[in-house]
């Protein structure tokens, strides 16, 4: 199972590597949540700025997991 590998481990990356990991993210290239590999059960914004596209897209998004805006230069603690 891909998420065992992971239990007890620090994971560090950049916003490509918190998106390939998330459940679904938000593509700043392609304006749209795009599928990740649904291995942490959250939807990541990464270079998330309070724009009007940020608030229009969060406005309108329903996810059943956690969201995590993560803002440049910045990063989050996820501990499973």
Do not use: V
Request: charged letters at 30%.
């Amino acid at each position: 199972n891909q998420k065992d590998i992971l239990n007890n481990k620090i994971i560090a990356g950049s916003s490509a590597w918190a998106n390939i990991l998330s459940r679904k993210f938000f593509s700043n290239d392609n304006q749209k949540i795009e599928e990740g590999l649904w291995i942490l059960d959250i939807l990541t914004m990464c270079h998330y700025k309070k724009e009007s596209i940020w608030k229009k897209l969060l406005e309108n998004l329903k996810s059943d997991f956690p969201i995590y805006l993560i803002k440049e230069q910045e990063y989050f603690y996820l501990e499973k």
